[in-house]
C-alpha cells in the first residue's frame, strides 16, 4: 500500500510538470500566429478587395441598410467591412458577441457581430483588426427593435441569430495587427456611440444613485438599461 501511494504521489508530480511545460515563460498572452489556413483565408479576402471583387464598405454605410424595427435582411452583395474588436467577453460582459468599431482612435460607429463561440477574446482580442465578408450573411437586431445593429448567419423569428461555430471561419478574419485603442471622450451615452470603447467626462450623478449598479442588476443577458 504505501509503495502504490507512492507511485500516484510520483505521477501526481509528473503530471504538473507536464501541464506547466506547455507554457514557457508564463506567457499566456493571444497568440500571434493565425495559422496557414486562417492567414491564406485572409489573403484571398484582401487580394479580391484590391482587385475589385469585393467592396470594402465602412460600418456606417453597412449600417444604413437597416432601420430598427425591420425585417432582418440578407446580405446578397459582394460586400466586406473592416473594422477593430472594441468588446471584450473575458470577464463576462458579453456573451457570445463582439463589437466592432471603425477605427482604433476617434471612432465615429460600431456593429455587433453575433457567434456561436464562448470565450471570443482568445481569438478577438480587443483592438484586433477584423475583415468580415458579408455575403450570405444577415444584417438585422438581435432584439427586434431595440435599435442595436447586428450581423449573424441566420434568422429566427424576425431575429438575427448567430453564426454558428462551423460558418463563422468563413466569413470572420482577424488580421495579425492588434490596435491600442484610444477611448473616445463622451459626456453622455447615446445610440450614437453604441459598442463604441468611450471614457465618461465631465458626468455628475445624483446622490441617491451612489452604490447603484449601472445597468439592471436583475438582468443577467444584455441589458438595455
Do not use: W
Not at 4 to 29: E, G, K, P, R
Not at 126 to 133: F, L, N, S, W
Not at 157 to 172: C, F, G, M, Q, R
Amino acid at each position: 500500500m504505501k509503495t502504490l501511494s507512492t507511485l500516484n504521489y510520483l505521477m501526481a508530480i509528473m503530471v504538473c510538470i507536464a501541464m506547466l511545460s506547455c507554457v514557457q515563460d508564463n506567457d499566456f498572452s493571444v497568440p500571434e500566429s493565425l495559422g496557414d489556413e486562417e492567414n491564406k483565408n485572409l489573403t484571398l479576402l484582401l487580394d479580391a478587395i484590391e482587385a475589385g471583387d469585393i467592396q470594402l464598405i465602412t460600418i456606417q454605410h453597412l449600417k444604413a441598410q437597416f432601420n430598427s424595427g425591420e425585417e432582418p435582411r440578407l446580405i446578397t452583395s459582394d460586400i466586406a467591412v473592416k473594422g477593430y474588436v472594441s468588446s471584450s467577453d473575458f470577464t463576462g460582459n458579453f456573451y457570445k458577441e463582439f463589437f466592432i468599431q471603425n477605427s482604433a482612435e476617434n471612432a465615429t460607429d460600431a456593429i455587433k457581430v453575433s457567434l456561436n463561440q464562448v470565450d471570443s477574446y482568445n481569438k478577438f482580442n480587443k483592438g484586433r483588426e477584423v475583415y468580415i465578408h458579408l455575403k450570405g450573411l444577415y444584417l438585422g437586431e438581435s432584439n427586434s427593435g431595440d435599435g442595436v445593429h447586428v450581423i449573424g448567419g441566420n434568422v429566427k423569428d424576425a431575429e438575427v441569430v448567430a453564426l454558428t461555430a462551423n460558418a463563422y471561419p468563413s466569413h470572420i478574419f482577424r488580421s495579425l495587427t492588434t490596435e491600442t485603442l484610444v477611448p473616445k471622450p463622451v459626456s453622455i451615452l447615446t445610440s450614437d456611440v453604441l459598442g463604441v470603447f468611450v471614457t465618461l467626462d465631465n458626468v455628475e450623478f445624483p446622490t441617491h444613485s451612489i452604490g447603484q449598479s449601472y445597468v439592471d442588476p436583475r438582468d443577467d443577458f444584455d441589458s438595455q438599461k
